[in-house]
């Protein structure tokens, strides 16, 4: 039985793709997943099971769509690969307010990007992750999940500091 983190993009945003957590977790049990756990409302879930990764994605997807009406990107990630993510951060974390992680759903196959009027922010494009340091803060920077979908060509999911640091902690429980 191998521990997998679980990102959903996109819901419990502004109203939009409502899913309460007790739902989810019980759907999620429903689907035979074990040690079902979610993380604050914004679709981060740590469970246990057999299966691969694209097998998780495509139940989660398809019970999502069937229980709730809307598709969303889901993103299954194991320990080595959130550990790699958080340990290759290539910026300072010294203001740990400022930094945040980029997952896409395929790797990238540029490594820079033009984003016009990105100030002193900083971004690093490696594989599936763009690290994100934005020390003009998160409301201003045009490091947006929008803007590096485009840019890109992915699907991409975005998360903090604190909670990509918590999401490993519960993982490794």
Excluded: H
């Excluded at 945003?13 to 409502?18: H, W």
């Excluded at 759907?27 to 057999?50: A, H, P």
């Excluded at 992750?129 to 590096?148: A, D």
């Amino acid at each position: 039985m191998k521990t997998f983190i679980i990102l959903l993009r996109g819901i419990n945003v502004s109203g939009k793709n409502k899913i309460p957590m007790a739902t989810l977790r019980d759907l999620l049990n429903d689907l035979q997943f074990k040690n079902v756990q979610t993380y604050i409302q914004s679709g981060n879930i740590i469970l246990e099971s057999d299966k691969k990764k694209e097998v998780i994605s495509k139940e989660i997807t398809t019970s999502i769509k069937t229980k709730f009406g809307f598709e969303i990107p889901v993103f299954v990630k194991t320990i080595p690969e959130w550990e790699k993510a958080l340990n290759n951060y290539p910026f300072s974390i010294e203001n740990e307010k400022i930094v945040a992680f980029c997952f896409l759903d395929k790797s990238a196959k540029e490594t820079r990007i033009d984003i016009k009027n990105i100030g002193e922010d900083q971004y690093k494009i490696e594989n599936d992750v763009v690290y994100l340091n934005c020390i003009s803060g998160f409301g201003k920077t045009k490091l947006t999940n929008n803007v590096i979908e485009k840019k890109l060509n992915v699907i991409a999911t975005t998360r903090n500091f604190k909670t990509t640091k918590k999401l490993l902690e519960l993982a490794k429980k």
